[in-house]
Each structure stands twice: as C-alpha cells, then as structure tokens.
C-alpha cells in the first residue's frame, strides 16, 4: 500500500542555517500537503501541492513536488527560532490510511 | 469562528475505564476525522467520516467506536481504556480530502 517516508527524523541547526526535509513515497501522489507542528501544539497546515514538478515559496520557505509526483521536499532558508517544529508532509488517504510522514523536528540553535 | 474544537484537553483514565471525546467543528465541513499521535511518530488514522451518517475505519480502529453526530460533531469513544492507548488525540475536519483544521488535541494517560 501507499506509505510515505520522511527524513530526516531529526535536524538541529544554528540559527541562520538552512534546513531541508524530505519525503518519498512508494507511489504516485495525487497531492502532497505540508504541515507544521509547534511544540505541544496541534499541526497546522501550509501548503498543498498538485502539479508535477511544482515549486511553490513561502518567505524563507520553499516547496518542491517532484516530477514522478514520488517525492516532495521542503527547504528553510536561513532558519530563525521561530522555525522550530516539527514537520509533516502528507499524501492523500488511501484505503482508510492517512499517509502522514512520521515528520522532521527541527530545533535551531540562536 | 472556532474552527475544530476538542474536549477534553487532559483526561487520565485507569484501565478498563470508559470515555467519550468530543469534537465540533463549525466550518460546515463534510469530512471529519481522529487521529492519534505518539511521541516521535507521525500521525495515525483511528476513524474518519467522509460525510454526515457515514464512518468508516482507518488504520487503527481497535479499542476505539465512534459516532458522527450530525454535521458538526464527531465524537470517539473508549469502551475499556488500555494503557496502550495512552496518546494525543487529535480531531480534524476538511472539505472533502483537502486541506485538514485539527483541534488542540486531548492528552490521554491510561494507568
């Protein structure tokens, strides 16, 4: 069935560093949504990508969705502590399975 | 506008006890959704309801029951609490399968 992987599983950066996540999956997405969990907060959505090979900015944050429509990356540039987190990508549910990535937590150093 | 609500926020149970948690949403949203959360994972479906009168399971139903309500509320229950449902629970609510409004969450410790 559909899964979706993510790494890394952790990242720790100074303050001022880029930051990167990733996400695969073993099928063809229809779409791939990001979401951001604050520390004993709930996640909250970012953004969705639909079209192959689309890259989609944020301020410091981009969002790229492969051409296979397999992978999907998110890319902080020049992380602030307000980044911290930890970060979700999500496939669309299939068979009652919600393709959640386990997430990336990210903690930056000031 | 309070978006997806969750009650309770804290709850610990002794095993074998029962609970209910409830959840409103007030985006006039067909789809609702429980999750569950464990530390270091990402998140995992226990039930869904594509739409009003329908439920359906998700990847973890076991231990768990739940009823949709009416358009607003969809609440899951715990028959006999295990320690292995310790967790956060998140609800969620979405217009068809886009983009997902969860609650604050409830943090549920079963002794």
């Known amino acids: 069935g559909q899964q979706v992987m993510q790494i890394p599983q952790y990242q720790h950066v100074q303050e001022g560093e880029d930051f990167t996540t990733y996400c695969n999956s073993s099928?063809?997405?229809?779409?791939i949504q990001w979401y951001k969990q604050r520390p004993g907060g709930h996640p909250v959505f970012l953004i969705q990508l639909v079209k192959s090979g689309e890259v989609k900015k944020q301020k410091r944050l981009t969002f790229q969705f492969g051409e296979a429509k397999k992978n999907s990356s998110l890319h902080i540039t020049a992380t602030q502590t307000t980044d911290v987190g930890t970060y979700f990508c999500a496939g669309p549910p299939n068979a009652g399975k919600s393709t959640f990535g386990d997430g990336t937590t990210l903690t930056v150093k000031p | 506008n309070a978006g997806v609500t969750q009650t309770p926020k804290f709850q610990v149970l002794k095993t074998g006890q029962s609970m209910t948690l409830q959840c409103a949403q007030d985006m006039n949203h067909n789809s609702m959704y429980w999750y569950r959360q464990d530390p270091g994972m990402g998140l995992r479906l226990i039930y869904y309801?594509?739409?009003?009168?329908?439920?359906d399971k998700g990847e973890v139903p076991n231990g768990y029951n739940v009823s949709r309500l009416n358009k607003r509320e969809f609440s899951l229950r715990l028959e006999s609490a295990a320690p292995s449902q310790t967790s956060v629970y998140f609800c969620?609510?979405?217009?068809?399968?886009?983009?997902?409004?969860f609650g604050s969450g409830t943090q549920l410790s079963v002794l």
């Open positions: 969620a609510s979405s217009e068809a399968w886009g983009r997902l409004f």
């Open positions: 099928t063809t997405l229809s779409n």
């Open positions: 309801s594509a739409s009003e009168g329908t439920t």
